[in-house]
């Protein structure tokens, strides 16, 4: 049972995975689909690392590390992203 639901887990991030990068081709702003991007791509790896915690629980520190990481990184830089494109929108409307 643990190894598929291990598995799910695993198929889940990597299907968000493609799904983020197949909504890059999207007909939208650069910086939107960065954002985008980097949400689907935070959360597939999130799912990918759940897999391999629950696969592999006497290593459960250094996935936990790396989960944390990518949470805090990934979120950072996605809201960093979109914030810029709100920007370059607004500048866009005023002109």
Do not use: Y
């Amino acid at each position: 049972m643990r190894m598929i639901l291990s598995i799910l887990f695993i198929s889940i991030g990597i299907v968000l995975w493609c799904w983020g990068s197949v909504q890059f081709m999207a007909k939208r702003n650069l910086l939107w689909k960065i954002h985008a991007l980097g949400a689907v791509d935070t959360i597939g790896t999130v799912f990918i690392l759940l897999g391999a915690l629950i696969q592999s629980l006497e290593n459960w520190p250094h996935i936990l590390l790396a989960a944390g990481a990518v949470i805090f990184w990934g979120t950072t830089f996605s809201f960093t992203i979109a914030r810029l494109s709100d920007d370059q929108n607004e500048r866009d409307a005023a002109e």
